[in-house]
T-cell receptor
Framework: NAGVTQTPKFRILKIGQSMTLQCTQD?????MYWYRQDPGMGLKLIYY???????DKGEVPNGYNVSRSTTEDFPLRLELAAPSQTSVYFC??????????????FGSGTRLTVV | AQKITQTQPGMFVQEKEAVTLDCTYD???????LFWYKQPSSGEMIFLIY??????QNATEGRYSLNFQKARKSANLVISASQLGDSAMYFC????????????????FGKGTRLHILP
């Protein structure tokens, strides 16, 4: 049981480049989330999804896009990378909106640097 | 308005001592959940403990316990007999239940407390 898998683990982008951060989970969770964590800070919600075909904005959605075509996958797209998007990105999932009393299951993170 | 407040940016504690990490929260909901996560230097987020707002007993998970004081909106994490491996960043988080729309349901994180355990 792999849990939540994120790829890549590290990436350096030039300003203006685009990329997709991949996230997949094998726990049949309906709910999936993307967070970013800036240095020395807590996590801020970018986008989330309550099921295939349904996505919603979180606290800091600008500069990002998501899609949820399957239950398993929830990719995060950066269209025009900016230095302000340098951060660690975490994908998470949960069985239901309550996290089953155990919160979310997190991926190992993607460390992105925009130069 | 900040929903989760962790007032201790950093703490130093001697090994084997107990440590309390503070967390206060702000919500108008009657039903909500409180979580603590640990983030070691390797970066992963590790779930530690959960407390539901209607739970009468304080949650415990091994050496971790949550000191839940509902009237004060406080959810402090207590680690007994601290170990060197407890050195990490600790995040308090809250999930509010939105009765009208489940789509609004999500977990909000505090800014964290960095705990250093000294040998």
């Amino acid at each position: 049981n792999a849990g939540v898998t994120q790829t890549p683990k590290f990436r350096i982008l030039k300003i203006g480049q685009s990329m997709t951060l991949q996230c997949t989970q094998d726990m049949n969770h309906n709910y999936m989330y993307w967070y970013r964590q800036d240095p020395g800070m807590g996590l801020k919600l970018i986008y989330y999804s309550v099921g295939a075909g349904i996505t919603d904005k979180g606290e800091v959605p600008n500069g990002y896009n998501v899609s949820r075509s399957t239950t398993e996958d929830f990719p995060l797209r950066l269209e025009l990378a900016a230095p302000s998007q340098t951060s660690v990105y975490f994908c998470a999932s949960s069985y239901d909106e309550r996290g089953g009393g155990r919160g979310y299951t997190f991926g190992s993170g993607t460390r992105l640097t925009v130069v | 308005a900040q929903k989760i407040t962790q007032t201790q940016p950093g703490m130093f504690v001697q090994e084997k001592e107990a440590v309390t990490l503070d967390c206060t929260y702000d919500t108008s909901d009657q039903s909500y959940g409180l979580f603590w996560y640990k983030q070691p230097s390797s970066g992963e987020m590790i779930f530690l403990i959960y407390q539901g707002s209607y739970d009468e007993q304080n949650a415990t998970e091994g050496r971790y316990s949550l000191n839940f004081q509902k009237a004060r909106k406080s959810a402090n994490l207590v680690i007994s007999a601290s170990q060197l491996g407890d050195s990490a960043m600790y995040f308090c988080a809250m999930r509010e239940n939105r009765r009208l729309a489940n789509r609004d349901d999500k977990i909000i994180f505090g800014k964290g407390t960095r705990l250093h355990i000294l040998p």
